[in-house]
């Protein structure tokens, strides 16, 4: 499996929680912000998520509103 396929996996497994409750257009909406400011976080034991809040005033308004959601 290439390495490209193995991150876009982790991703997917990574925002499950996310995109179950999502539409498919929120789905991705932190991908680009992941990319940018989590690339090499593994995606266990909500890392991912740790680390997109961990930088939320940086995060676009789309993943900011993914995030938040999820708070409620």
Known sequence: MSKLSFAAI????????VAS?????QHGA???DYDKF????????????ACLEAKHDKLSATCKAVLDSRKK
């Open 10 to 17: 982790a991703f997917v497994v990574a925002f499950s929680g």
């Open 21 to 25: 409750a999502q539409s498919g257009n």
């Open 30 to 32: 932190c991908k680009a």
């Open 38 to 49: 989590c690339a090499g976080v593994a995606p266990v034991g909500g890392k991912v998520i």
